[in-house]
């Protein structure tokens, strides 16, 4: 009956903890597929043609340079025309609007979470900052109770309410000026402008690309850190 019982409770919960990493999944997901959406949507009154995927899975519907998936999830869109690696002020126009796109998409995901959970848009900048700033300089202390309060808020809200409140700090990180976020585009997008060294733009993509790794690193730590304090609290 001992047994029995610790498997049960074993049991649920695992799949209380599955329930919410999935609820994460699901959120991230909705929050990417509107992040293309107004991407796609602002790429129209620029008369930009990028590839925009809308969702997952096998392709239902095409509409232009519009691909409708079977799974109203995620997405992605990329710019094709060979215009954007040419040099000369057409290029840097180009590069301009796709910012544009960018940041408007960023914007949209704001809006998006300030109708849903109404609040002031500079204190959702300095949260987001604080909060994988605090995770950085100590993984182990502030990183596991960050940990804990992303649980806890995600087990004991909606799904609408919990992507009101992703939504746009989902936009904040995107604009931070590291490899692989918009706001690293912007930046190199300022460095075609005032026409930087390659040397420069190689050693700013390494060094981001670092930070970046090591805040991935301090988020995994504290992960670690936290499964380990539920298992031998």
């Known amino acids: 009956i001992f047994v029995y019982n610790f498997l049960k409770l074993f049991y649920n919960y695992l799949m209380n903890y599955f329930l919410i990493i999935g609820t994460i999944v699901l959120s991230v997901l909705i929050i990417v597929f509107i992040h293309v959406l107004v991407m796609g949507l602002t790429s129209m009154i620029f008369s930009m043609k990028p590839e925009i995927n809308l ?16 799974i109203p999830l995620g997405g992605h869109l990329t710019f094709k025309s060979t215009e954007m690696l040419k040099s000369g002020s057409l290029s840097r126009i180009n ?22 959970i109404p609040t002031d848009i500079v204190s959702i900048f300095f949260v987001t900052l604080s909060q994988i700033g605090g995770v950085f300089i ?18 004991n809200n909606t799904l609408i309410v919990i992507l ?19 706001g690293y585009a912007f930046i190199l997008f300022l460095f075609e ?41």
């Open 55 to 70: 969702g997952i899975g096998q392709k239902l519907i095409r509409f232009g340079n519009w691909n409708i998936k079977s």
């Open 138 to 155: 100590s993984p182990f202390k502030f990183g596991t109770v960050a940990v804990g309060s992303i649980i806890d808020f995600v087990n």
């Open 193 to 233: 402008v005032f026409h930087v060294p390659d040397k420069v733009k190689n050693i700013y993509g390494n060094f981001t690309s670092l930070v970046f790794a090591s805040i991935l690193l301090t988020w995994f730590i504290a992960i670690i850190t936290y499964i380990i304090n539920l298992l031998f609290r």
């Open 95 to 116: 590069l301009l609007k796709v910012q544009t796109v960018g940041l408007s998409a960023e914007l949209g995901l704001i809006l998006f979470g300030v109708i849903i």
């Open 164 to 182: 009101g409140t992703i939504a746009p700090k989902f936009a904040v990180i995107n604009l931070f000026p590291l490899r692989g976020f918009n």
